[in-house]
């Protein structure tokens, strides 16, 4: 990836909307003649103002996003990462990238909002004015959901143009972790307020902030417990969660996969999404496939993600053995989500009639030759967050791919999701329920993805919490569940943690190769092929579930080291 390097963690987002793009939903407004006066004119420019926001200021915080979100929580492996040895420290240019990238987004809202207060015309609807200003401060709170859950006690940043007026940015305290929560919901439930109950496709709309807000309640509910959680909290995640679930008319896809699909960019199931394009713009695409892909993947040579893959733990809980050359393939979601011996995909190279994981590797196909060589030491190889080649690409999307660049939306959270997290508030801390409305919610999500599934007539904590691995498995959302389970039972998180199996395998491409060679079969030398158990569990500590703030960062502003004071949040408000 290519990264800016933001020396000031405020990013004052002065240029919010000097951009250009190409695609409708994300049009900006042109450089050429722009300046704030002469800007926000008309309904048009007042959304253009706030698309960049659904993208280019998120650039950044991709790796970090998938590093935390999956290698941190076991569900990937990454070689000798410190996301996955957890040893990360304040200079890691992932960690370093990903602050600077919340912050940008947190100071890009910020900007927009004021702007649509103070220079938006009198012929600008107060309905879309409401609407802009309250995706700003989803966005916003979504910002500080990441941070809050990353590093803890954080600054507030209410205003710009406050902050700089008093020169003050570079001598904040941290704000204590419980008033991060406050502002958050206090962020929400304007966003609620002024958005509308549907909004233009793949937009934020009003229950895109009642998703979001369950979730940072349930999320809430643990912190400062121990053994249990705050019930009023729980109740507010159901409440929020039951809204989207009854009264926002959003279905589940029928077809797992399909949600991953770069033609489902903006499917009804996606509640909140960075939508990314390729423009002339560098910061507006997805670049995940480059970090992910199997070498060769595309024709761009833009592909390293060979020798990483989702990791032997996830592949465990979803009842795969690397070792075997046969799937059992009961939950579809497992194909969805990483690629596996004798796996084949029809909607990757679709101009060359499909996808053959093995033959990929050790044949290829016309202008795709492989490497001959299976790299994956865990086994497996990414799926989401893939497009494929660049007729793949066209097809989805009628636009074409670029170097290191694709428009595949990433989901941030889905109906899924919050159906689980209806589930898990009801069961709240009885650790199971017979509630049928908290059962059809769990059953939705399952019977969607595995053959066969019979309702239960209960559900428990452990189940919500495995349905909730399978279901989110590699997008970005996994730490994040052990950071809240650690708010209240934090040894338990971390046993968890340390029990899983986050090593790799040895003898994987002789053994695959020999098969693939033989037709399919192969016998399994165990003394040659076998999972390495020699490397060191991970020392995880509590300590380790906040990250450290970046040294640049903690040299602007000394402040950052010191307690978190107590903010009142009432002296925020938004107009």
Known sequence: MKYNHIKSWLWVALLAVGLTSCEDFLDRPTEDGYNTDNFYQTDEQCFQAVNPIYNSPWYDFQRGFFKIGEVMAGNYYWGSSPYLTFTINSTDEDLVNMAASLWSVNGYCNTVIENLNTKASGAVSKTVLNTCKGECLVWKAMAYFYLVRCFGAVPIIHENSAMISAGGYNSLYRAKVENVYDYIIMTL??????????????????????????????????????????????????????????????????????????????????????????????????????????TGFSEFGDTWGGYSGPSVDLQDAFGENALSLTRNNIDTRRKATMMMYNDTYDYFFTDLGGFNYIQFIYNGYTQFP?????????????????????????????????NMATSLSTHLLRLADVYLIYAEAVIGNNGSTTDASAIDAFYRVRNRSVSGYTRPTSISWEDVWKERRLELACEGDRWYDYVRWHYYEPQKAIAEIKAQRRSSYNGLNSYYKSAYEAGGTAALDPNSTYYDTNPAIPNVTDKDFELPFPATDLTMNPNLSEEPQDVDITQYSYN
Not at 192 to 205: H, S, V, Y
Not at 214 to 243: H, I, P
Not at 254 to 282: G, M
Request: glycine residues 10%; proline residues 2%; neutral net charge.
């Open 189 to 294: 439930e304007k966003a609620i307020e002024w958005l509308p109950l549907k909004n233009g496709e793949g937009r934020i709309d009003r229950y895109s902030a009642y998703g979001l807000l369950a979730k940072v309640y349930l999320t809430k509910s643990g912190y400062g417990m121990s053994g249990s959680r705050n019930q009023s909290d729980l109740d507010k995640a159901a409440l929020y969660a039951k809204k989207v679930i009854e009264e926002s008319g959003r279905q589940l896809l029928p077809v797992y996969s399909d949600i991953f699909r770069i033609a489902n960019n903006k499917s009804q199931e996606s509640l909140l999404a960075w939508h990314w394009t390729v423009s002339t713009i560098w910061t507006s695409q997805n670049t995940l496939q480059s970090d992910l892909a199997l």
């Open 370 to 402: 492989g490497t001959g060589e299976y790299q994956s030491p865990s086994g497996a190889n990414a799926v989401k967050h893939l497009v494929g080649n660049k007729a793949d690409h066209k097809t989805g999307s009628g636009e074409d791919m670029a």
